[in-house]
Each structure stands twice: as structure tokens, then as C-alpha cells.
């Protein structure tokens, strides 16, 4: 899968819509290039405080190298997929990724891998996602959608009581 691929499959689901970094839109230079993946129906800057996923072209110097993302053509998909996900993925619960942190080998493409940066908050991630991970990917695009939009309706019920 490219990252085009993957762009046109998640803004495909229901309410999404994509924000990817760059100089025209006033993004942090950082993030230039990177695509956020937001749940907003209403299509309201305002609902866009935490994405549901991205995808990261670049390493975040000083801060999210593991990945080597700055090798030609490597992209990461990062997905928040909730504890329960992933256990059922990696095998145990992120609470537990401090430990083993040392024994993923964050460079490795086409695997699902624990987040580099944030595999204590749930988030899962895939480097150039294949033939090996693409079809489990979109799986776990699609339950991370699924809870974005529970999230998100759940605040319209609160803010209308």
C-alpha cells in the first residue's frame, strides 16, 4: 500500500476528514508532509483536538526516531486502537510495552508493531504496510474509526444534556 492508498481507504469511512501538515495550512514545520486522520462529521476545525490515526513521513527529531523513517520511501501508519486491541494484537497490554520496549525492532516493515512513542496510550503502527499487513490494517483503521465516532457522538450527548 502507498500512503495514497491508505488516505483514500480511511477518508472513504463516514465523517473523516484528513489534515496533512504543510507550510499553506500554517502546520509546524515538523509535521509538513504528515496526515491526521480526524472523526468530524460536522466537518468543525474545533472537533479536531486528537486523530484516530496518521501517517508520519519523517523521524520527529529528538523525539520519534526509532523508526528511521527518514529512509527513501519508508512511511508509518499509526493507529489508536484501545487496550483491548491491543493486547489481542501484540499480546499483552500497553501498560506492560516499558518492558519490552528493547526487543521491537521499530524499522521493520510491513509488521504491526507497538507505536515507538506512544504504545502505552494504545496506539499501534505499521511501516509500509504490505501484503503481510494490509488487509489487518484496514481492520484496525476501520475499529479505530468505530471508536472515534462512539467518542464523538458520546460528547454530543453530554454537551446537549
Known sequence: MTENDVIEFVTGLPGVVAFTAGEDNGAPRAAWGDTF?????????SNR???FATIVVKDYEG????????RPGVFRVNIGVGRAVFEEVLGYPPAAHA????????RALDRILPHPVYAAQSWICVLNPGDATADRMRTLLTGAHARAAARH???EHTTRT
Not at 39 to 44: E, H
Not at 63 to 70: E, G, V
Not at 99 to 106: F, K, N, Q
Request: hydrophobic share 25%; aromatic share 16%.
Open 99 to 106: 518492558g519490552r520496549r528493547e526487543a521491537v525492532d521499530y
Open 63 to 70: 523525539f520519534d526516531t526509532a523508526s528511521d523513517l527518514n
Open 37 to 45: 486522520f480526524y472523526y468530524d462529521p460536522d466537518d468543525l476545525p
Open 49 to 51: 483536538q486528537m486523530p
Open 153 to 155: 457522538r458520546k460528547g
